[in-house]
């Protein structure tokens, strides 16, 4: 856990067991709200004004908390509220404006220009409350944002797991929550058909790694950072390497999504996870000349940094050589990446997002970056 209290903009937590993530999650709903305000009515107050005017603005250790961080409040016309640093992206959607000279901006004048931009929007505004900060502004009309209760969603999933996918349990410490992005992974040890035919295409290609299990990932978030996502992963003998195979089931917070939805696409999770495992198995007819350049190349084209690039690279060439390799041998040295940002001390939605950033590297066309001579980071 990063920080000690669950307000604070830094707070992250992963969970040993699943009903330890389910218990967080309910709690997390009676802690929270939603509330639709019209969006003219909004306005950003830096903390320091309000401390001159001696306002009774809230509590002092969340005040504390928000005034390391994005040092603004919300005022509607009932009440102040810190603002989570998670917030300021939907804020600057729901204002329309964006650009990297606002944060050269001194607080007052950043929150000025947010106000004009926030008084020529329309319709009303949803606005997520946790923990007495603001984590979220999104659209509050019907072709905007929905709300997709983040409990539901888990509970859901692991129903539906209990009944198609028999044997499946969660993997400890898979699960975490960060005020951005909740996940968790469950292992699907009951269904070795799933991979019995990529394991088979392994062998035939004399590839020693050996496949453990198929694995489930369930991200999703409240604050518009990411859709609610089912991801079909691979857990991998020997190395406990885990392979996030891409094709995500993903519901956007969007018009008519709602639970039912939700469990109309956890029936597809079976037929999912098969074509995901049929696009992996075409890496390894993929020959590649210069495994290095290609692997640089690819790095480059998904703004992964040389710093945790390099290292993936090594590893694959202490492993392997130089010499003539495969799509699906380099794919599995890109997830190496993740590893390495790991014990770079990355962590939580920003791991995540590093492990989404590579499956990209699926629908690439690989022998573009197979060149000839040196290519540099």
């Not at 944002?145 to 859901?156: G, P, Q, S, V």
């Not at 019995?196 to 369930?218: N, T």
């Not at 891409?246 to 917070?253: A, D, E, K, S, V």
Request: some cysteine; glycine content about 6%; hydrophobic content about 35%.
């Amino acid at each position: 856990m990063n920080e000690a209290k669950v307000f604070a903009d830094g707070f992250q937590i992963s969970f040993a067991e699943e009903k330890e993530l389910l218990g967080f999650l309910h709690n997390r709903s009676q802690t929270s709200k939603w509330m639709r305000k019209p969006t003219k009515e909004l306005q950003l107050v830096p903390i320091e004004k309000l401390r001159q005017t001696k306002a009774a603005i809230g509590d002092t250790e969340v005040l504390s908390d928000t005034e390391k961080n994005t040092q603004l409040m919300l005022k509607t016309k009932e009440a102040y509220y810190p603002v989570r640093d998670c917030a300021i992206k939907t804020i600057l959607n729901r204002a329309g404006i964006s650009g990297s000279g606002l944060n050269r901006l001194d607080k007052k004048n950043y929150a000025r220009v947010i106000n004009m931009c926030l008084q020529t929007a329309k319709g009303v505004s949803l606005i997520r409350v946790a923990d007495s900060k603001i984590s979220a502004i999104h659209g509050g009309d019907y072709c905007d944002y929905k709300i997709l209760d983040t409990e539901a969603i888990f509970r859901e999933t692991i129903l539906h797991l209990e009944k198609e996918f028999p044997g499946f349990r969660y993997i400890p410490e898979s699960g975490s929550y960060d005020h951005t992005t909740v996940t968790a992974m469950w292992e699907l040890t009951g269904q070795p058909e799933l991979v019995k035919l990529y394991q088979e295409a392994l062998d035939a290609h004399k590839v020693s790694q050996k496949i453990y299990a198929p694995a489930l990932r369930l991200s999703t978030s409240d604050v518009a950072a990411k859709s609610v996502t089912l991801y079909p992963m691979l857990l991998c003998e020997g190395n406990n390497q885990t392979i996030n195979l891409g094709h995500p089931i993903r519901l956007q917070h969007r018009g008519d999504s709602d639970i039912q939805k939700f469990r109309i696409q956890l029936q597809q999770l079976y037929t999912r996870y098969k074509d995901a495992v049929t696009n992996i198995m075409e890496l390894l007819d993929i020959e590649i000349k210069y495994p290095v350049n290609c692997f640089i190349g690819i790095m480059k084209e998904l703004r992964i940094g040389k710093k945790i690039g390099s290292r993936a690279l090594e590893l694959y060439v202490a492993q392997h050589g130089e010499g003539p390799a495969t799509a699906h041998q380099l794919y599995y040295a890109l997830n190496e990446a993740v590893f390495f940002a790991a014990c770079n001390g990355i962590q939580g939605t920003r791991l995540l997002k590093l492990e989404e950033q590579i499956t990209k590297a699926l629908t690439y066309d690989w022998e573009q970056y197979d060149l000839f001579g040196t290519v540099s980071w």
